[in-house]
């Protein structure tokens, strides 16, 4: 999902490099950067990226982790 400026035009400056919406719209600005993204204003208070379901970058993977010991 995309958001879009008083265009219609999809707001891609947040998309990462490579990213389809990129290369079909170009790099469109965000009119109001200080509306909306509360994920994005959340990070930034804490201090780092928020992943979906909750996974921090330096979160172990789940094989990473191991399997508790069988008792």
């Given at each position: 999902m995309l958001f879009c400026n008083s265009e219609g035009l999809p707001i891609t400056?947040?998309?990462?490099?490579?990213h389809e919406g990129r290369e079909i719209y170009g790099i469109v600005?965000?009119?109001h950067p200080d509306k909306g993204r509360a994920l994005g204003r959340l990070e930034q208070a804490r201090g780092h990226e928020l992943h979906k379901r909750g996974k921090r970058p330096d979160d172990p993977s789940p094989d990473e982790e191991g399997t508790p010991p069988d008792e």
């Open positions: 400056e947040h998309l990462p490099e490579g600005k965000d009119e």
